[in-house]
């Protein structure tokens, strides 16, 4: 069993640490234990809250790693005029948008127009230049992440200090997390870890936590979780791209292709679930209402996969996910009655 959780952190005694701006306050976030999840299973379920980050997702590493290398490589100079382009579907424009801001630097962020409204307010509101554009396929050129990559070489042969933060395939991000995200999670629970679950946009969570977790203990089981519409699910079961269906969450999944980030990780990863959108809305309602927690689809889709693992090893287990964001930015969305019933998904009773 990890240690057990202080009842009242709030209170206890605080030691010097003042963080320096919007990049020293990223990570080091709650390693939360998921009461319910954890009783109905008999083991320890436990989410890494990234919504408590200050950019409000996970992805506010992955920004912070990605600035941060490209200074290291003298692409981006601190204080001098940068761009910083991207594609994404929000979080990782809103984290590139606000380190961006810190820096002295802007941002162009290429956004499909499918994802929800709130994250593409919040990308206008934080100062980002905001290019929506249609929902494509990946082998389409007019997909999000190719336009984002044209934008930025359009900008480079102008002569401007640009960089395409490429997260799906730059392996910055996912360095940033075997830095951060895995060893906080060893210390968190005391190096008592048998398994961690997580779902995949680029793979720099999933890839990053499973490399720092397995070098510490190969034992460590890592399941990817998986929405329905994605691909990623077969690839990592057969090695065939393959899907079915479609789901409402944003942010994960791949129908064509398994990102360099992912990739990169494919020896480490034993196994994957694929979780349904009642299942996933089950989880996040659940959380809500029962213990006060408010997520987003993917960190329900990252808890339904940590229940079923617990099952599957039995009580007694230590099971990690990541808690990727906040409800808040699916409004709505998830926490929209007419958007489920017009779709049959299940409405919650406090909102029916
Ligand atoms: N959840 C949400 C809400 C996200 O926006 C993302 C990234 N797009 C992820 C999970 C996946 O994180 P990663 O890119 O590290 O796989």
């Given at each position: 069993m990890?240690?057990?959780p202080a ?7 605080l030691?010097?640490?003042?963080a320096?701006?919007f990049?020293?306050a990223?990570?080091?976030t709650?390693?939360i234990?998921?009461?319910?999840a954890?009783?109905a299973?008999g ?5 890494k809250?990234e ?5 409000g997702?996970?992805?506010d590493r992955?920004?912070l790693g990605?600035?941060e290398d ?7 100079v601190?204080?001098e005029?940068g761009i910083?382009?991207e594609?994404t579907?929000?979080n ?5 948008t ?15 127009e499918t994802?929800s409204?709130?994250?593409l307010d919040f990308?206008?509101m934080?100062?980002?230049d905001l290019r ?7 082998r ?9 990559r ?7 042969a102008e002569?401007?200090r640009?960089?395409?933060?490429n997260?799906f395939?730059?392996l910055?991000n996912?360095?940033y997390?075997?830095?951060t995200?895995g060893?906080e999670?060893?210390a968190q629970?005391?190096g008592r ?5 997580c ?7 999933l890839?990053?936590v499973?490399?720092?977790l397995k ?7 890592v399941?990817?979780?998986d929405?329905m519409?994605s691909?990623?699910y077969?690839?990592?079961k ?8 479609s789901?409402i969450?944003?942010?994960i999944?791949?129908?064509?292709r398994?990102p360099?980030?992912?990739?990169s990780a ?9 979780i349904?959108d009642?299942?996933m809305?089950?989880?996040v ?6 213990e006060?927690?408010s997520?987003g689809g993917s960190s ?5 996969a940590?229940?079923r693992?617990a099952?599957?090893l039995?009580?007694?287990?230590t099971?990690?996910?990541v808690?990727c ?6 409004q709505?969305?998830l926490f929209?009655p007419?958007?489920?019933r017009?779709?049959n998904l299940?409405?919650p009773p406090?909102?029916?």
């Amino acid at each position: 069993m990890p240690p057990t959780p202080a009842a009242t952190p709030a209170t206890a005694p605080l030691t010097p640490s003042i963080a320096d701006g919007f990049a020293g306050a990223v990570g080091r976030t709650p390693l939360i234990r998921l009461r319910r999840a954890s009783e109905a299973t008999g083991c320890e379920i436990l989410g890494k809250a990234e919504f408590m980050q200050p950019g409000g997702s996970v992805k506010d590493r992955a920004a912070l790693g990605i600035i941060e290398d490209a200074e290291a490589r003298g692409l981006l100079v601190p204080g001098e005029p940068g761009i910083v382009v991207e594609g994404t579907a929000g979080n990782t424009g809103i984290g590139l948008t606000l380190v961006a801001n810190a820096r002295g630097y802007r941002s162009i962020i290429v956004v499909p127009e499918t994802q929800s409204r709130e994250k593409l307010d919040f990308l206008r509101m934080i100062g980002a230049d905001l290019r929506l554009v249609p929902a494509r396929p990946y082998r389409d050129p007019g997909n999000y992440v190719h336009v984002s990559r044209r934008i930025a070489e359009e900008l480079q042969a102008e002569g401007r200090r640009v960089i395409w933060a490429n997260q799906f395939d730059n392996l910055a991000n996912r360095a940033y997390h075997e830095v951060t995200t895995g060893p906080e999670i060893w210390a968190q629970t005391g190096g008592r870890v048998d398994a961690f679950t997580c779902s995949c946009g680029t793979g720099g969570t999933l890839a990053g936590v499973a490399a720092a977790l397995k070098t510490r203990n190969p034992q460590v089981r890592v399941v990817l979780a998986d929405p329905m519409g994605s691909a990623l699910y077969s690839w990592v079961k057969t090695g065939e791209l393959a899907f079915s269906g479609s789901s409402i969450t944003e942010g994960i999944g791949q129908a064509a292709r398994a990102p360099g980030n992912l990739e990169s990780a494919r020896a480490l990863i034993d196994d994957a679930v694929q979780i349904e959108d009642p299942e996933m809305l089950e989880q996040v309602f659940d959380l809500l209402i029962h213990e006060g927690i408010s997520v987003g689809g993917s960190s329900g889709i990252n808890v339904a996969a940590a229940i079923r693992v617990a099952r599957a090893l039995g009580p007694g287990h230590t099971v990690v996910t990541v808690l990727c964001d906040g409800g808040a930015r699916y409004q709505s969305k998830l926490f929209n009655p007419e958007f489920l019933r017009e779709r049959n998904l299940p409405v919650p009773p406090w909102l029916a």
